[in-house]
């Protein structure tokens, strides 16, 4: 079968990259080789997703765009939190896209070249044993181990440079093939009765001196430090035989817990084990430029920057739980979020080859930061707005695009992605020209905020209108002349400081709210005037989402009115971003 864009895995980075190419319109094929979509973000492994905020230690840094939508239709459907919900939410988000095909338990088994590029990729899928191949323009490698670039040829590197390489700190003093290892998850609930657990013979036996470096109070679930490979055993090589070695560790674990006095654990049944190991690292493919420690020490702001990271360097002891003495990893400190280059995102040496998830253009320190999940997924919806300008375009490269990176990344702005350093120039946008005034505004959050660029606070800056909702407060925007009106956008409050994450944690969910986003706004009418006269009215719901999208058919308006009726529980409001189009 043919197409314009291939994504192999549909993990966050490869489903989000899948979906943001189809909304622009690109033929887009998903290869996901699970039986759902999600990675180790599903309910297959249950890991939160991490980001830039480092659970809300830095406050209004949490993603947004595709990610963000997918997490707040999660929170209003699923408040009490469901994995199997979760993973029904990420279907439905692929298959309404109706530029976009998905096959699940589906591997790619084969890659031809022609010309040096990508020409195709073999594929079975498992539960029919059909085989068939998908023949693409451009291809999106989000395996997570770099799989399609491996077998296209493309330039990778697994494991640590050496420290004088890119001159990294926090790099060992010489080059080795050393890579963080792969973990299992669990979850346990409480019962009314005591519950008893016999240690299957081939699990292993611990004392409290064997994890002694490794915190296990809380017994409702984990652990992440559950973690081997990437030492003596290479990652890919070995995965079955580390998952088996896994098991009997996980189950050991259990037994301890279980068995031990002082843990509490008598009433406590094990309901869950993660069936796959979570990788965290293996191939890293080279692009046009390599992220390293010193970009993200120095909160660089790339030219190109299409995305951001924030997550500390969060470098793992080499072998993991072998590694009994050592802390399991260390936390290097990230004072401020770094943004990340296109040049990462594509491969040096395939032209047709688009990168996402882990496997970016990063050395070993960088990507100790840039490997975690929301990082990821901001990346993967870079990379779909790539592919899809780059089809567009007609392009032969997917460096080419970057002659179009302001078009890229106000696209992503348009889409409520953030980049730091960046803000709204749309040309196309006719709020920026707008007079603007409002009923009310509370300190330093001014009507006119809703236009300087930026649909967040930052910093010390508000950049919201900011009012009391319970005065049905309203903002209006003015043109000199009647405007044809035919999309306006809006960016509300969605509390970017508080945690939203899935999770099997306890202490994680208990973060966040039992409900949408109270800072939200719930309802909102919309009124196009023209010459002091009304000439439409709507009353509209953001149904729990932040990023609003009313289409409306080419009336001609010179005012335009946004009158904020109720929230999702605050009194105090805000309204980041309004775009007319």
């Not at 081997?228 to 817990?257: N, Q, S, T």
């Not at 020490?297 to 997550?311: N, P």
């Not at 490269?397 to 409520?416: F, M, P, S, T």
Request: glycine residues 8%; hydrophobic residues 35%.
């Amino acid at each position: 079968m043919k197409t314009e864009l291939a994504v192999i895995g549909g993990g966050l980075s490869g489903l989000i990259a899948a979906i943001a190419a189809a909304r622009n319109g690109t033929r887009t094929i998903l290869i996901q080789d699970r039986p759902m979509l999600g990675g180790n973000a599903s309910s297959e492994f249950r890991m939160h997703i991490c980001g830039a905020d480092h659970h809300m230690s830095r406050p209004n840094a949490r993603e947004t765009g595709i990610l963000e939508e997918i997490l707040l239709e999660n929170k209003r459907r699923n408040p009490d939190f469901s994995y199997p919900i979760f993973d029904t939410i990420l279907y439905e988000k692929a298959k309404k896209e109706k530029h976009l095909s998905v096959f699940l338990n589906t591997y790619m088994t084969d890659v031809s070249m022609k010309d040096g590029r990508i020409h195709s990729v073999s594929c079975v899928q498992m539960t029919n044993e059909r085989k068939f191949s998908v023949e693409a323009e451009f291809f999106v490698d989000a395996t997570g181990d770099g799989t399609l670039a491996a077998k296209a040829g493309a330039v990778y590197r697994i494991g640590r440079e050496g420290r004088d390489e890119f001159g990294e700190s926090l790099a060992p003093e010489k080059e080795d093939h050393v890579t963080m290892g792969s973990s299992l998850m669990f979850k346990a609930r409480k019962l009314d009765h005591e519950v008893k657990f016999i240690k299957p013979d081939w699990a292993y036996s611990y004392t409290e001196d064997n994890l002694k470096m490794r915190e296990h109070k809380s017994i409702e679930s984990g652990y992440w430090w559950i973690e081997l490979g990437g030492d003596k055993e290479k990652i890919i090589d070995d995965a079955e035989d580390i998952h088996d070695e896994l098991l009997r560790v996980i189950y050991g674990i259990w037994d301890h817990i279980k068995n031990t006095l002082g843990h509490n654990a008598e009433n406590y049944d094990l309901e869950w084990v993660s069936p796959i190991a979570g990788k965290r690292e293996s191939r890293r493919v080279i692009g046009d430029y390599i992220l390293r420690q010193s970009d993200i020490d120095e909160a660089r702001v790339f030219s190109d920057a299409v995305c951001y990271g924030g997550w500390p360097m969060d470098i793992h002891t080499a072998g993991g739980f072998v590694s009994s003495g050592d802390v399991p990893t260390v936390w290097n400190h990230v004072d401020d979020v770094y943004t990340i280059p296109y040049r990462s995102f594509y491969s040096v040496n395939i032209p047709n080859l688009f990168l996402a998830g882990r496997i970016i253009s990063a050395s070993h320190v960088a990507f100790s930061s840039s490997r975690v999940m929301a990082t990821c997924a901001v990346g993967g919806e870079a990379v779909g707005n790539a592919a899809a300008i780059a089809i567009q375009k007609h392009l032969n490269e997917a460096r080419e695009v970057g002659a179009y990176i302001h078009e890229l990344q106000q696209k992503l702005l348009k889409d409520d992605a953030f980049i730091p350093g960046f803000r709204n120039e749309d040309e196309e946008d006719k709020a920026r020209k707008a007079h603007i005034t409002a009923t009310e505004a509370i300190d330093n959050g001014k009507p006119e905020n809703v236009v300087n660029g930026i649909a967040r606070s930052w910093k010390d800056d508000i950049n919201a209108w900011v009012c009391n909702i319970e005065h049905q407060p309203e903002i209006s925007l003015s043109f000199d002349k009647a405007e044809p009106i035919r999309e306006i956008r809006l960016t509300f409050d969605s509390n970017l400081s508080r945690e939203i994450t899935p999770s099997i944690i306890r202490e994680v969910l208990d973060r966040a709210e039992h409900q949408s986003p109270s800072t939200l706004v719930d309802r909102f009418t919309i009124t196009l005037m023209k010459g002091g006269k009304k000439i439409l009215e709507k009353e509209c719901a953001t149904e729990g989402q932040r990023h609003i999208i009313e289409q409306f058919d080419h009336e001609e308006a010179d005012t335009v009115k946004i009158k904020l009726l109720s929230s999702y529980g605050e009194k105090i409001v805000k309204l980041f971003e309004v775009r007319i189009y």
